[in-house]
């Protein structure tokens, strides 16, 4: 997953990478960030942690879908808090 996170952030214009998998049942985020907005942070707001341009979580007891939209919802808000 990581080869693929860094192609996704080679892109000029992204900023933040994140790719939700599911791994023995339970959601799993990895987040990669380029400059501005803490990874860490929003990973920790969701059970995880890791560095600042680095970071995931394991969103245990959640669906697929429950956890793509906390996911979502907490990258919205990283980014306009960022701003």
Do not use: C, Y
Request: charged content about 25%; proline content about 1%.
């Amino acid at each position: 997953t990581d080869e693929i996170m860094d192609i996704l952030r080679a892109v000029h214009s992204v900023e933040v990478v994140a790719l939700l998998t599911e791994r023995k049942g339970e959601p799993k985020l990895s987040l990669r960030s380029k400059s501005w907005v803490d990874v860490n942070q929003l990973a920790r707001g969701l059970g995880g942690g890791g560095h600042a341009r680095a970071a995931g979580a394991t969103l245990a007891g959640k669906s697929f879908a429950e956890a793509l939209v906390d996911v979502r919802e907490a990258l919205l808000h990283a980014v306009q808090s960022s701003l």
